[in-house]
């Protein structure tokens, strides 16, 4: 399933810096706030565009509360998807994002979220907003969600093809199916 390619990596981008920079629960375990919460930043921004720059302490504190917001929204998408887009408006109001083409780099034409001049971390919520929005404009709205595992609270998007993901990785996955067999074989 893809979106578009510049779609496709900035709805990777707002899963990254979810995961990376809010504290929650992962894989069974808490997931505190990241120590290092600029290569926390960097290691959510490559998710999507793997030759980022390193964020600084600042651009990353920034950061985090940008994904703050992109968490809630996708945990909105499970329950109200009309709750889930007044917070992407409400993002992209504040953000000011608005499309532009835009070439750089000795790259061709390409659609940039966001206008030059801005912050990294008001670009990246721009450029986040937007791609949540495209994604739930669309009907592949209910391709967001929050790891449907016990004691994880990690996001995804769901690019297979059948649309049937719940979870956040293949290790969630199998801790509920392990619990599964195990309840199975406790059973008379």
């Not at 990353?60 to 509360?65: D, P, Q, T, Y």
């Not at 912050?119 to 967001?144: K, N, Q």
Request: aromatic share 6%; hydrophobic share 40%.
């Amino acid at each position: 399933m893809n979106f578009n390619s510049h779609t496709d990596g900035v709805v990777r981008v707002a899963v990254g810096l979810v995961n990376s920079l809010t504290p929650g629960e992962r894989r069974g375990r808490p997931a505190p706030p990241p120590a290092d919460v600029a290569a926390a930043a960097t290691e959510g921004l490559r998710v999507g565009y793997p030759g980022h720059r390193p964020a600084t302490e600042a651009e990353a504190a920034e950061l985090v509360g940008v994904a703050l917001r992109l968490r809630a929204i996708f945990e909105a998408v499970a329950q109200d998807v009309d709750t889930a887009a007044m917070r992407v408006n409400a993002l992209l109001e504040e953000a000011d994002a608005r499309p532009m083409l835009q070439r750089h780099d000795g790259e061709p034409w390409h659609l940039h979220f966001h206008g030059p001049g801005g912050t990294m971390a008001g670009d990246w919520a721009a450029s986040c907003a937007t791609g949540l929005a495209l994604v739930l404009g669309s009907e592949f709205h209910d391709r967001l969600g929050v790891c449907t595992a016990p004691h994880c609270d990690r996001v995804y998007v769901d690019v297979s093809r059948n649309g049937t993901r719940r979870f956040c990785s293949t290790p969630c996955q199998n801790r509920v199916k392990t619990a599964a067999f195990r309840a199975r074989s406790k059973s008379p």
